[in-house]
């Protein structure tokens, strides 16, 4: 009797828990950011319920295309054959920046090295520079580190500092930006990318156009500003416009309570005027 | 005597519960069918549709492709870029290597504790080493995983001066260590089920402890030694989380060993969420599970019918 009446009840706790919750998934840039959001969005929303989970950009998207959540975080745009692939699904992407970040270049304390151009990076990862000598520091061959193929912060460097170039094939990759900053941090020789909100123990390289442009260390003001080279929106895609909890849930993070939250976390909130714009009223 | 006579509803009762008893008992061999077939169902599009073999055909995959003008043909994995690439030859080279390095490390040390403490420890310190060893097994597989990403890497870094920090040593010294277990226990059992009257013959010749365990004991119980690494092998190559944490996951082909590595099992583990269901990707992925999923299977079986005849002929039930 016992026994039925708590598999009873551990049946209707999870249909309870099931019934209003918002799902978030995707990119492990913004993953600390969608959890903090979420934290004080259901301290404000009582009946709120939020699940954040992070796995890469991919895979958010590849959910929301399958339907299995109903915000996808991202740290970039969806390519044709994604947006392709939706609408075979019928899904119907909608895109909003919810705030800024840039690319930080990490290297290991040790390292003297304080600036790169973007097509000395763009050599290092794809294997055409494969020494510290040849950029100006001790005769050492590059350890790289970067993301997994799944994650947006991969694709984007890709995208954006390599010109769709294939990544060195000697590049490591590892889960997400915390582990590759771990890992920069323990290798004397290595170089890094990742989310500018992931770097402590490590320096920044500051990072320059091209040779006569001066050398910019990514910042709330480099990035707001648009000076840094390497800096993007980060997005949230639903699946078509948002209604009821979801757009209130969007216009919350928009709004300058969410922004704050997240500049107190070292991201980058949007610009004053680009956040009212993308509030749905 | 009167014969003893079933009454006919116990016999209908009994049939029943064997019957039942008998299906429990296929039910596993009928799962293991069914992952198989699931599993290989989604990689046939590889085999059978012009659109995903454009992009990724047995072909591909196993030879050196030229994937721009004017470069040498190369074998290379980057599924995910303007002109995917799928070669599996870095792939097998990973998981090969990192299991290799497992097994020189690993076999040694089972099968010495094994001999150790089915030949010469004393009764009590026996009893205790055994179940440490076994303690091994216990440790997730994600927990030495971490061990070896944050200690291991750096420790055999500082030692031997490696140019990468994850590379196969370190992913296969940590494989190492989940494999002893198995090794170990399968070999200790295999030398204690030695018949006593093989030990008790030998030392009636006059052989002295040394001379029984490595002249008498160990070959006879060899098959069940090599049966044990077998079994240790092939969860070396199917293990996942600790290649996927400590080695580096990058898909190079090199010789060496002090290079990083990217196995089949990582490459499952850390691509399979974001595939797009039925993309060519995915169907690679799974071929890939397929693979895996074959090769255990028979390495493990192999390993299991050596085992069992050993016992038969150890038992006296077979020459």
Known sequence: MKKALVAILFMASAGIATAANITVKGSDTLVRLGQRWAEAYMKAHPDAVIQVSGGGTGTGIAALINGTTDICEASRDMKAKEYADAKAKGVNPYRVAVALDGIAIFSNEANPLKELTLEQLKGIYTGLITDWKEIGGEPHSIILYGRENNSGTYAYFKEHVLAEEDYAENTQTLPGTAAVVNAVAKDKYSIGYGGIAWGTGVKYIAVKKDAQSPAVLPSMETITGGTYPISRELYWFFNGEPTGQLRALMNWVLAPEGQKVAESVDYIPLPKDVAEKNILK | ????????????????????????????????????????????????????????????????????????????????????????????????????????????????????????????????????????AGIPSVVLGFFALIVLASILQTAFGFTYRLNS????????????????????????????????????????????????????????????????????????????????????????????????????????????????HYNVLFFLGTLLFVFTFFVNLGGELVLSRLKDRLQGRQK
């Open chain 2, 1 to 136: 005597m009167q014969p003893y006579v079933f009454k006919p509803k116990s016999r209908i009762r009994d049939f029943i519960i064997e019957k039942f008893i008998a299906v429990n008992a296929f039910t596993a061999l009928i799962v293991i069918l069914l992952i198989f077939i699931f599993i290989f169902k989604e990689s046939i599009p590889i085999f059978t549709s012009p659109d995903v073999q454009s992009e990724a055909s047995l072909d591909k995959m196993i030879f050196k492709q030229q994937y721009y003008e004017g470069r040498d043909p190369k074998w290379s994995w980057q599924p995910n870029s303007d002109v995917p690439k799928y070669s599996l030859l870095p792939l097998f080279l990973g998981t090969l290597k990192a299991a290799i390095v497992a097994m020189l490390f690993s076999v040694p040390l089972a099968v010495g504790a094994a001999i150790y403490t089915s030949e010469f420890a004393p009764r009590r310190l026996r009893e205790i080493i055994k179940p440490v060893i076994e303690l091994l």
């Open chain 2, 169 to 280: 040593i370190n992913a296969g010294i940590a494989l190492g260590l989940a494999v002893i277990p198995i090794i170990f226990t399968i070999s200790e059992d295999a030398m204690t089920s030695v018949p006593q009257s093989l030990r008790e013959a030998a030392m009636a010749l006059g052989a002295n402890p040394w001379q029984i365990s490595f002249t008498m004991v160990l070959p006879a119980a060899l098959p069940g030694i090599a049966a044990g690494i077998v079994l240790g092998f092939g969860r070396a190559i199917g293990e996942t989380m600790i290649v996927l944490m400590a080695s580096g996951n990058a898909a190079i082909i090199s010789g060496g060993f002090t290079e990083s590595i990217r196995t089949l099992s990582a490459t499952i583990a850390a691509e399979l969420a974001e595939v797009v269901f039925g993309s060519a």
